[in-house]
């Protein structure tokens, strides 16, 4: 099974912010590679501190970096058509979309999928349901709020998932982790959800 696991980190509050976006490829159910860029974002110089505190990157960091139009000419093909995973997918997927129109480019064509909405799904019951918590009842390890250790454990994540579900091929993935998948195209998009559980069929008297 193939997909793509992704993150963003921001300067600001502001979702047209990003610094830092990372890439994990899952090719045949087995992770072939992270990848990372820094991004110097619309608002540079300026980094909320609140920010800097989560994942520690600085305006310097950024100095020499592409600005996301630059970035993106990379992105793109890498993400045209493909499926995309993200934890918080609700967060990644307003920062690429507030981000893409702030330069002016169309969306690629992708569907998508969020691993809260479908974790909640798979392992039913638990308190939390963030990265971090997720990833230390699974034993991965990883260094939190950075995009490429995010997105390698969005991925190890999934994979436990489709495993637990008994879950091999795309076609099925969505059935069995009881979720609809999130569509970006270009003009539009629609967002990921959680399958309702049918309502009970009332009975009635003969």
């Given at each position: 099974?193939?997909?793509?696991?992704?993150?963003?980190?921001?300067?600001?509050?502001?979702?047209?912010?990003p610094c830092e976006i990372?890439?994990?490829f899952v090719r045949n159910g087995q992770i072939a590679g992270t990848q990372a860029w820094l991004i110097k974002p619309k608002s540079y110089p300026y980094f909320n501190s609140w920010n800097i505190a989560i994942h520690g990157i600085k305006p310097q960091d950024v100095q020499n970096s592409p600005e996301f139009d630059g970035v993106w000419r990379e992105l793109q093909p890498l993400l045209q058509n493909q499926l995309v995973i993200?934890?918080?997918a609700s967060f990644d997927m307003s920062v690429l979309r507030a981000t893409l129109n702030a330069y002016r480019l169309?969306?690629?064509?992708?569907?998508?999928?969020?691993?809260?909405?479908?974790?909640?799904?798979?392992?039913q019951g638990l308190p939390k349901y963030d990265l971090k918590s997720?990833?230390?009842?699974?034993?991965?390890?990883?260094?939190?709020?950075?995009?490429?250790?995010?997105?390698?454990?969005?991925?190890?994540?999934t994979l436990r998932a489709l495993e637990h579900t008994n879950c091999g091929h795309q076609e099925e993935l969505a059935e069995k982790l009881k979720i609809n998948?999130?569509?970006?195209?270009d003009g539009g998009y629609t967002a990921s959800s959680v399958r309702k559980a049918p309502k009970p069929k009332k009975a009635f008297p003969f």
């Open positions: 099974m193939n997909f793509i696991t992704l993150d963003f980190e921001t300067a600001t509050a502001d979702r047209d912010s990372g890439l994990t993200a934890h918080n169309p969306f690629p064509e992708l569907q998508y999928a969020c691993s809260v909405q479908f974790s909640k799904q798979v392992w997720l990833c230390n009842g699974h034993g991965i390890q990883f260094k939190h709020h950075r995009a490429a250790a995010d997105s390698y454990a969005c991925a190890e994540l998948y999130g569509r970006l195209f």
